[in-house]
């Protein structure tokens, strides 16, 4: 079987021939790898089974100040600590110019103009469109995280105009990404924290789930896959998110949720994306435990299919290098 392939059969509940994985790194992580196997190209080797297509502005990013880059939507990052993402420094939407700002042209050729080259290059590997802070992460960074969960409880209309603006620019870049032969579309927005939904599940559901229920159906009348990536505790949302439309979570964090149970409970309606330990276990474990780990998820997540083995996040550059190099060893057994 491809990659492709196996995501398919995995996605549709069918046993592949080996679970299909993804790994993803920091660049801390990534440059100690690098000093660990000596090569600088060992993580086109891996031989992961995505091609993500961006549907961001390729020239929306900037370096405004050192350290401080600015993307499309004229939103700050401070990168003198944080080198991947950076923290959010300046405010751009508040209640006086809310139906002023200016949100940036979904319709843009640019964000699309490589994809088909890259799925020309890539037949072999299961493509996803990635539109990442979708909806409640770019309304706090655009607005102020405090500011935003505030809102929601003392200025709902503030909180569900930004909301509205986001929503159609997103259906607007789901439409234009839909027209190409990808898979799937996969989604950035960090709901959770360790120990449970970040505003609750009754804001949750009143601001969140009717926006994204609208988004995940887009993508479904397109008879594309539908993906999530949302940190933290959330799976009292489940039922929600298939409801919505959801296919795919990601990132399936064994730190903040039962992966088993959840497994047991959601497997014959979700597929899973995620599930090995970056908290703990590639940091701290050792590589046999590694090695017991990653096959113990294989074997009873991966069985019948709904799996797609992957690290609950980027690997961060805590990691063991002989840890991920442990962790590499089953995948790619299989």
Not at 111 to 137: C, I, K, N, T, V
Not at 148 to 153: D, G, R
Not at 315 to 327: T, V
Request: some cysteine; glycine content about 8%; charged content about 25%.
């Amino acid at each position: 079987m491809t990659n492709r392939e196996r995501v398919l059969a995995s996605l549709q509940h069918r046993q592949p021939d080996k679970t299909p994985f993804q790994i993803g790194f920091t660049t801390k992580a990534h440059a100690r790898m690098v000093e660990y196997t000596g090569d600088l190209d060992f993580a086109a080797r891996i031989d992961n089974c995505q091609l993500w297509l961006s549907t961001a502005d390729p020239e929306g990013w900037r370096e405004v100040a050192p350290d401080i880059w600015e993307d499309e939507f004229g939103v700050q990052w401070n990168r003198a600590i944080d080198k991947d993402i950076g923290n959010v420094c300046n405010c751009r939407v508040t209640p006086e110019n809310l139906a002023e700002f200016s949100v940036p042209d979904p319709h843009n050729p640019v964000r699309y103009a490589d994809y088909s080259r890259q799925l020309a290059a890539s037949p072999e590997l299961f493509s996803l469109a990635d539109l990442g802070f979708s909806l409640f992460e770019r309304a706090w960074t655009l607005c102020g995280f405090e500011y935003l969960l505030m809102a929601m409880v003392d200025n709902q209309d503030f909180a569900h105009g930004l909301l509205d603006r986001i929503l159609a620019h997103n259906l607007a870049r789901i439409d234009e990404a839909c027209r190409y032969p990808i898979d799937g579309m996969i989604f950035g927005d960090d709901w959770g924290q360790q120990r449970g939904l970040i505003m609750g599940p009754e804001l949750w559901r009143e601001f969140i789930k009717p926006r994204i229920r609208e988004m995940y159906g887009r993508v479904k009348s397109h008879g594309k896959y539908v993906f999530i990536h949302s940190c933290g505790k959330v799976d009292e949302v489940f039922p929600d998110l298939i409801e919505c439309g959801l296919d795919v979570f990601n990132p399936f964090q064994p730190e903040v949720m039962d992966v088993f149970q959840v497994k047991r409970l959601f497997g014959d309606r979700l597929s899973f994306f995620g599930g090995i330990s970056t908290q703990r276990l590639l940091p701290f474990g050792s590589p046999d435990e590694v090695r017991a780990e990653v096959r113990l998820l294989l074997r009873e997540i991966g069985r019948n299919g709904g799996y797609l083995a992957a690290p609950a996040h980027a690997i961060p550059g805590d990691a063991k290098p002989e840890n991920i190099a442990a962790m590499l060893e089953v995948l790619h057994e299989g």
